[in-house]
Each structure stands twice: as C-alpha cells, then as structure tokens.
C-alpha cells in the first residue's frame, strides 16, 4: 500500500485508569490541527472514550517518533511515557482493529453498543473539521456498517451486560444488604442510565442527581429513582452509604475535603464507584476510614468474571472479522486509483465532446436522430478503448502495485490533487 492505514492507541488493556486518563486529549479541534501539522499524517481520526484514547491517520510516509512527540505535546506528558503505553499498528492490523472496535470485540465489555455511536461522532467530528478525507471517512463508513452487521447476526451485545449492570453487581459483591442502604447516582449521562436501568432491575431504591435538578427529575420520569438537589449532595454526603459516580465532570466532585466531613458524621462505612475517565472522585478518599473507593479497573475485572456467554461468541465474529479485512483492505488499495482514474475518465470526456462538437458543426448536421448515433458512436469508442486500461489500473492497485498506478499517472500526464472528500 503506498498509502498508510496506521493506529496509535492508548486503552484499558495496557494502562490503568489513573494512566489512562493522562493521555487524554482536551481540545479535539487543536489535536487534529496538530497531528495534521506535525506529523505527516494528511488525515486523521480520534477516537476517545472511557476506556480509550486511539488515533487513526492516513499517510504516504509517516513517523510513529512525530506522531508520540505531537501527542505529548498536546497533552504535556513525556515522549517516553508513550513507549510504555502506545500500541501501534498499520495497515492490515490497523483495519482489524478498527473492525474489532466496530464490531464491540475490543470493548471492555464484550459486544457493548456505546462504542460503534462514539466511532460515529468521532468520524462525523472528523469530517466537519476536515481532518479525514477520502480514505478514512471511507474506512469509517464501512467499519460502521460491517460492525452493525456482525451485531446484528451474532447477537453479541445481548444479554444485560454493561458497565452499568458490573457495578452494581460489584456494589451487591462487596455490602451486605445493599437493599437496606442508601444509594446515590450522580449524573444524567449514559453510564448513568445503564447504572440505573440495574438497579431499577433488581429492585434496589436510589437517589439521582445531576448539576440541574430539572435534567433529575426528566431522568427519574424514564429511568426510576428521587431527583435530590446537587448542592445538597456535595455537602451531604453523610446521607448516603453507596455512591455511583458517572460524570463528564472535568475536576473532582468527591473530593477528600467532603468525604471526611461526611465520614466524621459517624458513618460507618460508604462505598463509592466512580466510573468516569477522567475520574471524578479523588483517589485519596481511600485513605478515609470506611471508604471503599472502586473504579473501572475493578469494573473490567468484573466484567471479565461475566463474560462467558458473549467470549462465546467471540471465535465466530474474528473469523467473519478476517474475511472482511481483506475485502477492506482492496477497497482502501483501489481508492488510490480513483483520482488518477477519474482524472483520465474527465479528460477523455470532455476531449470527446470538443471533437463531437467540431464534426457535427463540419457536417452541418441538423437531423437529432443522426447527432444521437454519432454521438452515442464516439462515447462507443471512448469506452470500448479506456475501460480495459482503467480496469486494469484499479486491479492493480488492488492487488497493490503502487508503481503501475504512478506510472499510469505519469502516462496520462496526471498531477496528484491534495486531500479530496
Ligand atoms: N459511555 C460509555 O460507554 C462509558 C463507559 C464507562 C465509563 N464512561 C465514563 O463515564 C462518564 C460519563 O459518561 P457518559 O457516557 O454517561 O457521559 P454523558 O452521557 O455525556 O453524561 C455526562 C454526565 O456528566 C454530567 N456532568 C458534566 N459535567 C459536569 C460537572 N462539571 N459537574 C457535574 N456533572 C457534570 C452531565 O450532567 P449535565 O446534564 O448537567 O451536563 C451528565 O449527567 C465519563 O467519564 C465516561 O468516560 C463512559
């Protein structure tokens, strides 16, 4: 391939949440601009959730070193600490992967649907700011399809099993008597109805809260549960013996400060989740005594426990998932040919209708049905000579022979165009 696939990832399988979290990427816009700039890549895409920060980029000839180096600079790390923490991988691996991600294969848990509505915001973000173009927003558009199809004939995302549902199986794991406590939820989000649409199963009674009382209560109409007012919680803790905690929040909302105070109110003990990335509880609440404090590392571990039924799955999914890689990876290969083909196809055309043009005004032809056969005699011509050469331009990009297409492009005397949509 002339051009290059590559992906550079950060995720929950080789770091940590509190590691995890330091890769992430605050100003999306600025990234791209970024990347786009510094580091050979003519497009690119990010992906970002809870459990990973991923970039995808497009490249004649690219530079992992650039690439690290941009990414810590936007992020102000060290260009060492993306050594121990980045997965790259290009081209084939590169596909599969994202077809993994599509598909809820490489998802913490196993078949989840959050993911393929993330990749979508992600390539629609992308195009609007005109980071991607014509190779990836291809490739996204086809891995999203694809994913959707092997959801659809597996089945794999059904079954109950969410972040939400491992959370509170954990909370039941870890308190006695969860029914007899008192449960808070903070946030409104998607996490957060997942968390809700559990308890509300298993017939746990719960508060929810969120910077708007309004955006509570509109929640609990659908998702059960008491709107409380936020001021009230963050200084009422003390009210509440299990917290979940899933926010976009960009600072700590259970900050150590709260917590004692709330603990000091002789409270026995409280347990507290927080499955937001970047976290929103401050992991020093731990030292308290009596806190519990568990996060997504304990949720993944959670989830790993209850994932038979879906790894089940999983063997017949990679197979279909091989398959369509290759088919794929010859689409991504052929788009490499469409610009010089369409060049020639555009040039061709209008030559034809100069020379159609000069011939009838010559012939003074005025009879409609004699311009149509003479007419339709030159597209005969045209077509019957280019579509063989052209074809064979595709095949052979295709089949990946870079130097017949560029020595294809020199014959038509074509000159590349920079990123096309
Ligand atoms: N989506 C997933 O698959 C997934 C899985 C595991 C973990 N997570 C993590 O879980 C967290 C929530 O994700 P989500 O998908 O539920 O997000 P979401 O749908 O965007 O919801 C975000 C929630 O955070 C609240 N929020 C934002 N800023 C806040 C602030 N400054 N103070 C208080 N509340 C604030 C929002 O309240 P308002 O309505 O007031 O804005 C909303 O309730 C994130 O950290 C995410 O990384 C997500």
Redesign the pocket.
């Known amino acids: 391939m002339s051009q290059n696939i590559i992906n550079a990832r950060v995720t929950f399988r080789n770091s940590p949440i509190h590691v995890l979290e330091q890769f992430t990427i605050k100003d999306i816009e600025n990234a791209y601009e970024q990347f786009i700039n510094h580091s050979d890549l003519d497009e690119c895409v990010i992906i970002q959730?809870?459990?990973r920060i991923e970039l995808f980029g497009k490249s004649h000839q690219y530079d992992l070193e650039k690439i690290k180096k941009t990414w810590a600079s936007i992020t102000g790390l060290e260009v060492e600490v993306f050594n121990e923490n980045v997965e790259f991988e290009e081209n084939q691996e590169a596909i599969h992967h994202l077809l993994k991600l599509t598909s809820g294969l490489d998802s913490m848990v196993i078949g989840?649907e959050?993911?393929l509505g993330q990749i979508k915001n992600s390539i629609t973000s992308a195009r609007k700011t005109k980071a991607s173009g014509q190779h990836l927003n291809t490739l996204f558009d086809k891995a999203i399809r694809i994913g959707t199809r092997i959801r659809n004939s597996s089945g794999i995302g059904k079954g109950g099993i969410s972040?939400g549902s491992m959370a509170v199986k954990l909370a039941e794991e870890n308190i006695d008597e969860l029914k007899t406590k008192k449960v808070l939820l903070i946030?409104?989000?998607?996490?957060?109805t997942l968390v809700a649409k559990s308890l509300q199963r298993r017939g746990y009674a719960f508060d929810v809260t969120?910077?708007?009382i309004g955006?509570s209560i509109t929640f609990c109409e659908t998702m059960g549960g008491r709107p409380v007012k936020f001021e009230e919680v963050l200084t009422g803790f003390n009210n509440y013996d299990v917290l979940f905690v899933?926010?976009?929040?960009?600072?700590f909302?259970v900050t150590h400060e709260r917590l004692t105070k709330a603990m000091s109110n002789n409270k026995k003990g409280m347990m507290i989740l927080d499955?937001?990335?970047?976290r929103?509880v401050d992991e020093k609440v731990a030292t308290i005594g009596g806190v519990k404090l568990m996060n997504?590392d304990q949720i993944a571990e959670m989830v790993e426990k209850n994932m038979n039924a879906r790894l089940n799955k999983v063997k017949s999914i990679e197979n279909i998932i091989n398959e369509e890689v290759s088919v794929l990876e010859a689409s991504m290969k052929r788009l490499e040919a469409e610009p010089l083909v369409k060049d020639v196809f555009k040039n061709i055309e209008s030559l034809r209708e100069k020379e159609l043009q000069k011939a009838l005004q010559m012939l003074d032809e005025k009879d409609e049905k004699k311009i149509k056969i003479i007419e339709e005699l030159t597209k005969a011509v045209v077509e019957s000579i280019v579509s063989t050469p052209m074809n064979n331009i595709r095949k052979a990009s295709e089949q990946g022979n870079p130097d017949i297409v560029e020595l294809a492009g020199k014959l038509f005397d074509y000159k590349k165009q920079k990123k096309a949509d």
């Open positions: 959730t809870c459990n989840e959050q993911i972040v946030g409104t989000g998607e996490v957060s969120s910077r708007t955006r899933a926010t976009t929040a960009p600072y909302l499955l937001s990335n970047p929103t997504l």
